[in-house]
């Protein structure tokens, strides 16, 4: 069970539908799953789930964040951010369009600021985008960051947030030294 609190269910609500909500649930139980698989700090215990104010592209936003979701990203190697939030309806640069959630890493538990922008998160559930797979593919072109597309055929809610985790592993690796994957037997 979560430890969420009223403020955050006020803002999971503006989601644009229960699906939403489930896979933004899903990354937390997935953070807190791999953060106690891996042994990582505040294994254990219910990973906090609270409201935030967010700043992005001078918009001011009220996002989802996870406190101290650290300790699963790296293969356990407590490498990660310090806080991870999702907006939910983070609209797009001078177009009326919106994601589903955009993700951002704060540089400290203690508020989660300064909040930076890692991605944009579209949920496609195969019954609602099959048809729209070649629009939602020239959304992403239009604009300059990445687009991370979840597909409920490949990923459930519960398991989707991986594919986040394993973006940033790849990126932290790029920055290590040639013979660390050898060294922790990590599974790249």
Request: proline share 6%; with cysteine; hydrophobic share 30%.
């Amino acid at each position: 069970m979560p430890e969420i609190t009223d403020d955050a269910i006020r803002i999971l609500n503006k989601c644009d539908s229960t699906t939403e909500q489930l896979y933004l649930l899903g990354a937390a139980y997935y953070i807190e799953q791999t953060r106690d698989k891996y042994h990582g700090e505040c294994s254990g215990q219910p990973l906090p789930i609270v409201g935030c104010v967010i700043k992005h592209n001078n918009i001011t936003y009220e996002g989802i964040w996870f406190v101290c979701p650290w300790g699963g990203w790296l293969s356990g190697m407590g490498g990660g951010p310090s806080a991870c939030a999702l907006i939910p309806q983070l609209q797009f640069p001078k177009v009326n369009y919106h994601h589903d959630f955009g993700l951002f890493y704060g540089e400290s538990d203690g508020g989660g600021t300064p909040w930076h922008f890692k991605c944009a998160i579209e949920i496609d559930p195969e019954a609602t985008h099959e048809d729209r797979r070649d629009k939602d593919r020239y959304r992403d072109k239009i604009v300059n960051y990445d687009v991370v597309r979840v597909y409920d055929e490949i990923h459930d809610y519960l398991s989707w947030f991986e594919l986040i985790i394993n973006r940033d592993d790849e990126e932290i690796l790029k920055h290590c030294p040639d013979d660390m994957d050898e060294h922790y037997n990590l599974p790249f």
